[in-house]
């Protein structure tokens, strides 16, 4: 589904008075809507050829902090520019700001006008293309569980983050009466985002108190990246205009079950899906079990860019459906990948693996690769597991910490060959930087534990 907004539209819009800001946004390393807001009247007279930014935006931590030790952006360098380019197909209106327009935008360098290597959205793009190279169209859809709070942000953050109370009270999972008090804050959240030019389906309660789940209608990958970071940024604006909010934390109470971001993907040529062969078990065509078995065989390689911090593993616990096994399965939710629409022409693999956490350019970039060496291998496809995969024995695990799965992705091969060496050793410093940044806070659990008692 396109975005809303022709640039013709918008100087329409901007002329008329109904839009006076424009908001020039990429995804960040952590996969949030960074950039400029500009008054409208400059950006359709100048702004939409190009603007600017600092280059250590792509080399901070979650607080924003100036991480040290990245090739690409340091104070050796002086800290640069990067030129931030509009994609204009993306422009759209944002109906839940007062006269707002906005508009996705690649970093590309000031001098050779080259894509940003590390960039999330060029990331995908390149893996994008490899796909098209190949006579592939990447189709994907992505799904979005969060917690809605009572209180707000602010709230929140002046109390400490304590007593959280969710606006559910008890579980919902496809309630229509509990999701009711719930309703306005989704309803304001669907339409919003349908009226934004996201390709909203629906939303429904999830399987823990206080969560939620919004989908999206399938797209091409890059398209579907573009609306999920629009959907969390929105359902986060939507809240914090209500003094709500929301959180897509992997994990943000040891006692609840997790968010998830399934990613679910297919291949298409010629505008006709090509995992699907009818005559082939399951409906699976050679090319789709190329693919899944690209992507069994470094899942371990990829996990990183799935689930990007040491919060994103304290949510693979055994019978809350996060998976713990690598492995793939026939419509089995305790499965790492699930393949849904057997015998259908939907037929596709969902990756159960990745948290609401992830930064989706980065995970379908790395999902994709590893789908499309399957494809260059011709790798094939392990016998599919069955029954509670919790408790498989033999199988192939995910890895356990954030530590383990950095390392993993620091050799990979794979990843080295379809993303550059700049790129992993990029991703795998993010990764060790937030090792170090844990392993010197003393955290609640650790003071409670041995106050007293050590």
């Known amino acids: 589904m396109p975005a809303n907004l022709t640039f013709d539209t918008l100087k329409k819009a901007v002329a008329a008075g109904e839009i006076d800001t424009v908001l020039v946004c990429f995804p960040d390393m952590q996969g949030r809507l960074t950039g400029k807001r500009f008054v409208a009247q400059h950006f359709v007279e100048s702004a939409w050829k190009e603007t600017h930014c600092c280059n250590y935006l792509l080399a901070l931590d979650v ?13 050796e360098k002086g800290y640069g520019d990067y030129t931030l380019k509009p994609d204009l197909t993306t422009l759209r209106r944002v109906p839940w700001l007062e006269g707002t327009a906005m508009v996705m935008a690649d970093l590309v360098d000031h001098d050779t006008h080259e894509d940003i290597a590390v960039s999330p959205r060029a990331i995908l793009k390149r893996q994008v293309a490899r796909a098209k190279k190949l006579g592939f169209d990447a ?18 953050n002046d109390s400490g983050y304590r007593d959280l109370q969710t606006l559910g009270r008890h579980n919902v999972d496809y309630a229509i009466f509990g999701t009711t008090k719930e309703e306005e804050v989704m309803r304001a959240i669907r339409n919003g985002l349908w009226r934004a030019g996201v390709p909203i389906e629906n939303s429904k309660g999830e399987a823990e108190v206080g969560q939620e789940e919004v989908n999206a209608k399938y797209s091409d990958a890059l398209d579907t990246c573009d609306n999920h970071v629009i959907i969390k940024n929105g359902v986060k604006e939507m809240c914090h205009l209500q003094d709500r909010s929301a959180t897509f934390m992997a994990k943000y109470s040891h006692d609840r079950a997790g968010s998830s971001s399934h990613v679910h993907q297919s291949l298409w040529k010629a505008g006709k899906p090509a995992f699907r062969d009818e005559k082939a078990p399951h409906g699976m065509s050679a090319l789709m079990r190329h693919y899944v078995a690209g992507q069994l065989t470094y899942a371990r390689e990829i996990t990183p860019l ?28 305790t499965a790492g990948f699930r393949v849904c629409g057997e015998g259908t022409q939907a037929i596709r693999v969902e990756c159960r693996i990745g948290g609401a956490d992830l930064n989706p350019y980065l995970a379908c970039a790395g999902l994709l690769a590893a789908g499309l060496a399957g494809i260059e291998q011709k790798l094939e496809l392990e016998p599919a597991i069955s029954g509670d995969i919790y408790h498989a024995k033999r199988a192939r695990e995910i890895p356990k910490t954030l530590g383990e799965a950095a390392e993993i992705m620091n050799k990979s091969k794979m990843l080295r060959t379809a993303f550059g060496d700049d790129v992993v050793d990029h991703y795998v410093h993010a990764a060790r930087w937030e090792i170090e940044e844990q392993n010197r806070v003393v955290t609640d659990w650790e003071l409670k534990r041995g106050f007293e008692r050590l």
């Open 63 to 75: 607080e924003m902090y100036t991480v040290p030790g990245y090739k690409s952006a340091s104070w």
């Open 306 to 333: 799935l689930a990007p911090f040491i919060n994103s593993y304290k949510r693979f616990v055994v019978g809350l459906f996060a998976p713990t096994k690598a492995v793939w399965s026939l419509d089995n939710r």
């Open 139 to 156: 189709m994907m859809a992505t799904e979005l569980e969060f917690f809605i709070f009572q209180d707000s942000y602010d709230a929140l």
